[in-house]
T-cell receptor, first 114, second 113 residues
Framework: KQEVTQIPAALSVPEGENLVLNCSFT??????LQWFRQDPGKGLTSLLL?????REQTSGRLNASLDKSSGRSTLYIAASQPGDSATYLC?????????????FGTGTQLKVEL | KAGVTQTPRYLIKTRGQQVTLSCSPI?????VSWYQQTPGQGLQFLFE???????NKGNFPGRFSGRQFSNSRSEMNVSTLELGDSALYLC????????????FGAGTRLSVL
């Protein structure tokens, strides 16, 4: 059974700091990995998707890497801003079985302070 | 392009009642998935529909059911509501292309009293 863990559970940083969020998964047979952000009481916003054959994806100040063999992904946020404050979730889709079933991590609650 | 639309946004029900939630996917998307989010269990997969057929199912009791219509809109139903069913219910749609990015709606907040 796939298990996805995110460390740390919560993080508070001053504005402008570069930071790294970690995601680990137990079964490396994944189709892709997706990073989301969730604002309080809201739905999920897709940030980046990495296919199993890729090593990293970049979008603006965000960079996500994937090391399938070690079961790890990191989300790097450069020059953090107060607007980045949210909960960040990673999720994987299994390689077998077809479909789009996402198994989510426990999330990292990020607070960027002025 | 309109995003994923979920209705209603908020619902209050009492134990034993049943409820139906609706999800309209992004135009052209044929895959619709449902998730339950609670503080204790996090985000858990309920089921996925693709072209009106249930393609995947999570580990939830039979009280949770769903369906998809020919226009890809989906509904999920929960019968005999329990207090523990109080949660944010999220719907996601995908084009099912190789990239498979999943787009989520704002969710329906269900409170069971």
């Amino acid at each position: 059974k796939q298990e996805v863990t995110q460390i740390p559970a919560a993080l508070s940083v001053p504005e402008g700091e570069n930071l790294v969020l970690n995601c680990s998964f137990t079964d490396s047979a994944i189709y892709n990995l997706q990073w989301f952000r969730q604002d309080p009481g809201k739905g999920l916003t897709s940030l980046l998707l990495i296919q199993s054959s890729q090593r990293e994806q970049t979008s603006g100040r965000l960079n996500a890497s994937l090391d399938k063999s070690s079961g790890r992904s990191t989300l790097y946020i450069a020059a953090s801003q107060p607007g980045d404050s949210a909960t960040y979730l990673c999720a994987v889709v299994p390689f077998t079985g077809g479909g789009n079933k996402l198994t989510f991590g426990t999330g990292t609650q990020l607070k960027v302070e002025l | 392009k309109a995003g994923v639309t979920q209705t209603p946004r908020y619902l209050i029900k009492t134990r034993g009642q049943q409820v139906t939630l609706s999800c309209s996917p992004i135009s052209g998307h044929r895959s619709v998935s449902w998730y339950q989010q609670t503080p204790g269990q996090g985000l858990q997969f309920l089921f996925e529909y693709f072209s009106e057929t249930q393609r995947n199912k999570g580990n939830f009791p039979g009280r949770f059911s769903g369906r998809q219509f020919s226009n890809s809109r989906s509904e999920m139903n929960v019968s005999t509501l329990e207090l523990g069913d109080s949660a944010l219910y999220l719907c996601a749609s995908s084009s099912d292309s190789p990239k498979n990015i999943q787009y989520f709606g704002a969710g329906t907040r269900l409170s069971v009293l």
